[in-house]
């Protein structure tokens, strides 16, 4: 079953930044809409930033001013640059394709210290 791949969590303190990645062969990651959502414990998850094939990027208010969406479609990836983290950032981060999601990976956990 094919299925994204995170990576780039970590443990960090307030103000520290993180890449993470998120990659799947073929082309579904490249053709679709790609959105990255994240699930901090108790809560649903929420998606938090989404990118078109053509590269044009939204982000929840929550994230916005700190994190970016970029994709590099050769290498069948997206990624989420991800600055000024706050503890409330803490979350296990998840990305797939929007509307035809297909299966989902097991996420990537960030874990934001004060």
């Known amino acids: 079953q094919v299925h994204p791949v995170e990576s780039g969590g970590g443990l960090v303190q307030a103000g520290d930044s993180l890449r993470l990645s998120c990659y799947e062969p073929?082309?579904?990651?490249?053709?679709?809409?790609v959105g990255w959502f994240r699930q901090a414990p108790g809560k649903q998850r929420e998606v938090i930033a989404h990118i078109t094939a053509g590269g044009i990027a939204t982000y929840a208010d929550s994230v916005k001013g700190r994190f970016t969406i970029s994709r590099d479609s050769a290498k069948n990836t997206v990624y989420l640059q991800m600055n000024s983290l706050k503890p409330e950032d803490t979350a296990v981060y998840f990305c797939?394709?929007?509307?035809?999601?297909?299966?989902w990976g097991q996420g990537t956990q960030v874990a934001v210290s004060s």
């Open positions: 073929g082309s579904r990651l490249k053709v679709n809409t």
């Open positions: 797939n394709a929007i509307r035809y999601s297909g299966f």
